[in-house]
């Protein structure tokens, strides 16, 4: 992810990442009390165009205050911080991983300081190209009554982490998690879509993280026609789908072949995945939502 010459944003500088370092006391550190964001920039044909950069900063801000982490940061500030970031470390298309960490404090109190590191790598789509095979997990997503699960907190993945590596440690790509009542409800790390008689599904907002990919998915899906219904699913309604897919800021859209050993019969070149997946790429290369909306 970085090397002796990798630069990041920290606390209001660019620094050299190597000589840069975190108190072993952090609150974050012990706790998983912090928070963070994944954002990707992409070479488009007028330069290099963070997408939704005031969205994801929003979210980063949002998270904090739903888990009362102060935001001292103005969102323009850290989205021209973040350019110059790019440009310092020379990378057009990247994947950018702001995150905003406690200081010390062994309590399980407020904290009390906070600190922003931003740093970027070049990533490719983090699930690849390929059409995926998952599973339904044995755990399931954090009750939204014991966290805040749309706020994107560090400690909520160690969820994550658990059922990525179980799905993996039983052969498959990825998995996909319900909520506590037995709904699907979305990847470690991405959000769900399936189709089904020419419409397409996806877990509403509530259980899950609300994904930026997902709000653009919905976004596009109103400009190409495709008739979109948000609600709570069965896993045997997913089972029963023609095609499905994941999205996510840094999986982007990738097409899901089978779950559970059950391959979907529409094949991806044909669904309103793939549709959706050259669309999202056509946005992101062209940026047009973003520059609207920055
Ligand atoms: N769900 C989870 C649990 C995630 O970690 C992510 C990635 N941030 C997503 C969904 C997709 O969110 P986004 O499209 O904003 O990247």
């Not at 994550?160 to 037995?182: F, H, P, R």
Request: charged share 20%; with cysteine.
């Amino acid at each position: 992810y970085y090397n002796e010459n990798t630069i990041l944003y920290y606390n209001g500088k660019f620094k050299n990442a190597s000589k840069v370092s975190t108190d072993l006391y952090g609150q974050t550190l012990h706790y998983g009390y912090g928070v963070f964001e994944g954002i990707r920039a992409y070479k488009t044909s007028s330069g290099t165009k963070i997408f939704k950069a005031r969205e994801h900063y929003e979210r980063l801000k949002k998270s904090c205050e739903l888990i009362q982490i102060p935001f001292p940061y103005d969102i323009e500030e850290l989205t021209q911080k973040t350019y110059e970031l790019l440009a310092l470390n020379h990378f057009s298309d990247a994947y950018i991983r702001p995150i905003i960490y406690c200081d010390p404090n062994m309590s399980l109190t407020k904290p009390n300081g906070v600190n922003i590191m931003i740093c970027a790598w070049e990533w490719g789509a983090y699930l690849g190209d390929n059409l995926l095979n998952i599973f339904i997990s044995s755990y399931c997503r954090p009750h939204p009554k014991s966290i805040k699960i749309e706020a994107k907190v560090c400690g909520h993945y160690i969820n994550s982490i658990l059922a990525t590596s179980e799905a993996k440690n039983n052969g498959y790509d990825e998995a996909l998690l319900l909520d506590s009542d037995g709904f699907i409800a979305e990847g470690p790390g991405a959000n769900l879509f399936f189709e089904k008689d020419g419409e397409l599904y996806t877990p509403q907002l509530g259980n899950i993280l609300p994904g930026i990919t997902r709000a653009t998915i919905i976004e596009l899906c109103q400009d190409l026609g495709i008739k979109l219904n948000q609600g709570l699913y069965k896993p045997h309604t997913l089972k029963n789908a023609d095609a499905a897919f994941y999205c996510g800021t840094a999986a982007e859209v990738v097409g899901i072949k089978s779950i559970n050993k059950q391959n979907f019969p529409l094949e991806w070149k044909d669904s309103l995945g793939k549709k959706l997946q050259t669309a999202y790429k056509n946005l992101v290369l062209k940026n047009e939502l973003s520059t609207q909306t920055n």
